[in-house]
């Protein structure tokens, strides 16, 4: 079922991201849907994207193919701070799992 949501987003990334959507024949709706999609699914599966693991290996064509788009997304998103995805990884593992 689908549902409204009202974002506020800076006019210049809307317009960038709008051109990105339409170079990829989709709309900014369906890329930002696949795209959250695709986060919660490494957020599911932090050692999914390394296709070196047994993890990856069990995942279905399809969700080997979501990764692949999540992957191709990398760099995309640009913030004041770099990003530790390691340090993220842990904690996220930390929190699912409580201390070591």
């Given amino acids: 079922m689908k549902k409204k949501l009202t974002l506020s987003i800076e006019k210049e990334v809307i317009e960038e991201a709008k051109i990105l959507a339409k170079e990829n024949g989709t709309t900014l709706s369906a890329m930002l849907e696949q795209y959250l999609k695709d986060y919660i699914l490494e957020r599911q599966y932090p050692n999914a994207l390394r296709e070196d693991t047994v993890e990856y290996q069990k995942l279905s064509p399809e969700t080997k193919k979501r990764l692949e788009n999540l992957k191709s997304l990398a760099g995309l998103l640009k913030t004041d701070e770099p990003i530790n995805f390691d340090q993220i ?12």
């Fill in 89 to 100: 990884r842990w904690e996220y593992l930390k929190e699912k799992h409580g201390p070591i």
